[in-house]
C-alpha cells in the first residue's frame, strides 16, 4: 500500500484495493506517504554527512522504492554500508532490487521481525555486512505504528538501541492522529479489515521513543518541517495533510 500511495508500480491488487479505500477516507494520504520518504531522505544525508554515519540498519524496509536507503547514503558517502530488514516473504522477493548496484558487501537482506530485536540483530550480524562496534544509523520510518501496544513497542526500540555503541543514531517517523482523530480511526479500521493492525500515536507517545538520546535540531516535528530543503517533498503541506512525526536522535 506504501509503494501505490507514492505512485509506485511493485503493489498488487489486494493492496490497490485496501489502498483505495484509505485514499477515499483520507485523500492526503499520500502527502503523507511523500513527506514520509522525503523525511527519510534528508535524514539519511544528514547522518551520512553531518553525523559521519558510515552504516544502516533500515528496519522495515519494505517493498523497494528508488530511490533506497543506499541510494541516498552513497550520494554523500560511496562507502556506506546498509542491511535491510523486513520479516514480509514479498520483500524477499524483491530483495535483489535492494542489493543491485551496489560493490559487493556493501549492502544485505536479511529476514528479521521488529518485535524480536534479539533475533533480528543477530541476523544483521551474521551479514557481516555491519560491524556492531562502531556508530550505525538505525532506520525505523513508518515502522512502529505497525506495532501495537502488547508487543511492547518502546522496549523493542530500546533493546534495539541498547546493542549499539554511543554515536549511533537514531532516525524515526511515525504516523500520528494528532490532526485528524476522526480520519485515523477511520483509516485503522481499513487497515484492520486488510490484516494489519495500526496504532497511531500522539506526540509524547512518540518521543518516548527517543528517551535517553539526544534530538537534534529541530527536535520531533511534524515530517515537512524536518530540516527541510527545496525540491524535497511536498514543503507547502499543513501538519494535516502530512500527520507523521519524525525526528533523528544520537546516542551518547
Same mark, same amino acid.
Given at each position: =500500500? %506504501?509503494?501505490?500511495?507514492?505512485?509506485?508500480?511493485?503493489?498488487?491488487? +489486494?493492496?490497490?484495493?485496501?489502498?483505495?479505500?484509505?485514499? !477515499?477516507?483520507?485523500?492526503?494520504?499520500?502527502?503523507?506517504?511523500?513527506?514520509?520518504?522525503?523525511?527519510?531522505?534528508?535524514?539519511?544525508?544528514?547522518?551520512?554527512?553531518?553525523?559521519?554515519? !558510515?552504516?544502516?540498519?533500515?528496519?522495515?524496509?519494505?517493498?523497494?522504492?528508488? /530511490?533506497?536507503? %543506499?541510494?541516498?547514503?552513497?550520494?554523500?558517502? /560511496?562507502?556506506?554500508?546498509? *542491511?535491510?530488514?523486513?520479516?514480509?516473504?514479498?520483500?524477499?522477493? %524483491?530483495?535483489?532490487?535492494?542489493?543491485?548496484?551496489?560493490?559487493?558487501?556493501?549492502?544485505? %537482506?536479511?529476514?528479521?521481525?521488529? #518485535?524480536?530485536?534479539?533475533?533480528?540483530?543477530?541476523?544483521?550480524?551474521?551479514?557481516?555486512? *555491519?560491524?556492531?562496534?562502531?556508530?550505525?544509523?538505525?532506520?525505523?520510518?513508518?515502522? =512502529?505504528?505497525? +506495532?501495537?501496544?502488547?508487543?511492547?513497542?518502546?522496549?523493542?526500540? !530500546?533493546?534495539?538501541?541498547?546493542?549499539? +555503541?554511543?554515536?549511533?543514531? $537514531?532516525?524515526?517517523?511515525?504516523?500520528? /492522529?494528532?490532526?485528524?482523530?476522526?480520519?485515523?480511526?477511520?483509516?485503522?479500521?481499513?487497515?484492520?479489515?486488510?490484516?494489519?493492525?495500526?496504532?497511531?500515536?500522539?506526540?509524547?507517545?512518540? $518521543?518516548?521513543?527517543?528517551?535517553?538520546?539526544?534530538?537534534?535540531?529541530?527536535?520531533?516535528?511534524?515530517?515537512?518541517?524536518?530540516? /527541510?530543503?527545496?525540491?524535497?517533498?511536498?514543503?507547502?503541506? #499543513?501538519?494535516?495533510?502530512?500527520?507523521?512525526?519524525?525526528?533523528?536522535?544520537?546516542?551518547?
Amino acid at each position: =500500500m %506504501y509503494d501505490y500511495f507514492l505512485g509506485g508500480k511493485t503493489n498488487y491488487a +489486494v493492496d490497490r484495493v485496501a489502498a483505495e479505500e484509505v485514499i !477515499r477516507h483520507f485523500p492526503r494520504v499520500e502527502t503523507l506517504a511523500r513527506a514520509n520518504r522525503a523525511f527519510m531522505h534528508r535524514s539519511v544525508r544528514f547522518l551520512a554527512g553531518a553525523c559521519g554515519i !558510515r552504516q544502516f540498519i533500515d528496519v522495515g524496509t519494505g517493498i523497494p522504492t528508488a /530511490p533506497n536507503l %543506499y541510494d541516498v547514503a552513497r550520494q554523500v558517502a /560511496p562507502d556506506s554500508h546498509v *542491511v535491510y530488514v523486513d520479516n514480509d516473504p514479498l520483500v524477499l522477493i %524483491y530483495a535483489d532490487e535492494l542489493l543491485s548496484g551496489a560493490p559487493r558487501g556493501a549492502t544485505d %537482506y536479511v529476514d528479521g521481525d521488529v #518485535t524480536d530485536p534479539d533475533a533480528l540483530l543477530a541476523a544483521v550480524e551474521r551479514s557481516g555486512c *555491519v560491524d556492531l562496534t562502531r556508530p550505525v544509523g538505525l532506520s525505523m520510518h513508518g515502522l =512502529m505504528h505497525f +506495532v501495537p501496544d502488547d508487543r511492547d513497542p518502546y522496549g523493542v526500540v !530500546r533493546a534495539l538501541l541498547d546493542r549499539l +555503541v554511543p554515536g549511533s543514531c $537514531l532516525s524515526l517517523s511515525h504516523c500520528t /492522529p494528532d490532526f485528524g482523530a476522526a480520519e485515523w480511526e477511520r483509516i485503522s479500521k481499513v487497515y484492520a479489515r486488510a490484516g494489519t493492525e495500526l496504532r497511531v500515536r500522539g506526540r509524547a507517545e512518540v $518521543l518516548r521513543f527517543f528517551d535517553g538520546l539526544e534530538l537534534a535540531d529541530p527536535g520531533l516535528v511534524v515530517a515537512h518541517r524536518w530540516r /527541510p530543503e527545496p525540491a524535497s517533498g511536498p514543503s507547502l503541506a #499543513t501538519d494535516f495533510q502530512v500527520s507523521v512525526y519524525a525526528g533523528v536522535a544520537r546516542k551518547s
